[in-house]
C-alpha cells in the first residue's frame, strides 16, 4: 500500500503518477473467518478496520454485492451533525463527531470534513420550539447548538430569503458549528485501504444469500454467490437491505426500507457557505467542492428495493429550495439518484447483539447514517470484539421495540438526516 506524504506525491507528480499502486487488493473468499461482515458502506469497512486496529482481530472479511462504498455511502448527501435531541442519540452522534475530526490524520487518506456550520430553519411556531429545546438539550449535553434570529440566520447564509411574505417565511433557525459534510466516497475508500493493509478482505460482487445457523442455533457461517465461508461472528450493515439478510437468520426485523433521493445542480462558482436544512418543507442544501448544490428531500411515500424514486418528491424538494433561496430559481439541475434507507419505528438506529449467538447487527440509521459512519463502525467493532455492547450503544438495542425503551428521535423531529 502506497503511503500518503508529500515526498510520495511529489514523487508521483514527477513520474506522471504511473507508480501508484492498487489501494487494496480485490480479495477472493478465504474458507474461513474469525468475522464476515456483510456491507462494504462507510459502516462496515470502519467496523473492520477498528477491528483490526484496536481489537487486533485481523482474519476479517467485508463481503458486498457490489462494489465499495456503491451503496448509501455512496449517494448520500453527506450531512454531519450531532445535534439531536435524546441523550442517547447526542452522545452517539457526538462521538462520531469526535472521530471525524482526527478521521483523515488517521487513515491518512483525505476525507475532506469540512465544518462549514449547519444550519436548520424555523417557519413556525412549532419549529420554534422544538428547534429551541433541542438547543437547551444538547447544550446541557456539552453538544454545540445555538438559537439564531432570522437576521442572524441571514447574515450567517446571505442566499437565505426572509421575506415574511416568503411561503415558507423563516422565524430563526438553530446551528451548530462543529458540523458540515465530508466527501463520502473518500470515507469508504479510506477506510478500505487502512482496514485492508491491516490484513482484511474485501469482497466485493458477491452477494451474501443467507445467514447459516448450526444445530444450536449459533451462527456459523455465511452462504454467498462465491460459495459458503464459515465464520464465528458474523455483523450485518447492509442498511437498506437488513431485513432482508436478517430474515435468512430467522430474525424478523422492525424496519421498512425506503427510496431517498438527492440531486445535484449543474456546478457554479462557490456562493454557500454552509449547509442549510429545513424540515418542514423537507429540503436541504449545500454547495459541492466541485460547485454543484447538493440537494436532499425527504424519502418517498411507499416502501421499495429500487434504488430510485418517483419525480414528484423531487418537484416538491425543488420548489422548496426556490422559495427559500428565490437565487437559484434559474439553476438547472444535472442528475438525481436514490439510495435505500432502513427506517426502524422510533427513527434510531439498532446497534448490538442479537438473540443468534454470534449474529450482529447495525442497521436503522435510516435517512442519516452517514455522520454516524465512524462512530458505528468503531461501537460495532467493540460490541463484536467484546461481545457486548459499549455504554454508547447499548440503549440501541433490539429489544427496545419490545421493553418500550425507545429513543424516539421520531417524535423529535420527524426527519434526521
Ligand atoms: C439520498 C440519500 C441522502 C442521505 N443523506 C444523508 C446525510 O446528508 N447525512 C447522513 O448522515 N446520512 C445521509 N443518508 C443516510 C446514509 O447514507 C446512510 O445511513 C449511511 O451511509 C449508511 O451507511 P452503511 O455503511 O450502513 O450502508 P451502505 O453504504 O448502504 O452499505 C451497505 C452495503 O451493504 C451491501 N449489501 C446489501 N445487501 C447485501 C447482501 N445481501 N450481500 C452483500 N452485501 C449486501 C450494499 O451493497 C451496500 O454496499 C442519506 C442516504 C441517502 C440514500
Known sequence: MTHFSAFSLLKQALNGHKGWREQWPDSQPKAEYDVVIVGAGGHGLGAAYYLAKEHGITNVAVIDKGWLGGGNTGRNTTIIRSNYLYDESAKLYDHALDLWDNLSQDLNYNVMYSKRGVLMLAHNVHDVQSFQRHVNSNRLNGVDNR???KEECKQFCPPLNISPDARYPVMGGALQMRAGTARHDAVAWGYARAAAARGVDIIQNCAVNAIRRGPDGAVIGVDTAKGFIRAKKVAVSAAGNTSVVMDSAGLRMPLESFPLQALVS????????CVVMSNTVHAYISQSDKGELVIGSGTDQYTSYSQRGG?????????AICEVFPIFTRMRMLRKWGGIVDVTPDRSAILGKTPVKGLYVNCGWGTG????????AHLLA???AKDE??????PFTLERFTTGRLIDEAAAAAVAH
Open 147 to 149: 438559537w439564531l434570529t
Open 311 to 319: 419525480l414528484p418528491l423531487i418537484e416538491h424538494t425543488v420548489a
Open 266 to 273: 449543474e456546478p457554479v462558482k462557490p456562493i454557500f457557505p
Open 389 to 394: 455492547p459499549h455504554p454508547l450503544n447499548a
Open 369 to 376: 447514517g452517514f455522520k454516524a459512519t465512524p462512530g458505528a
Open 382 to 384: 467493540w460490541t463484536v
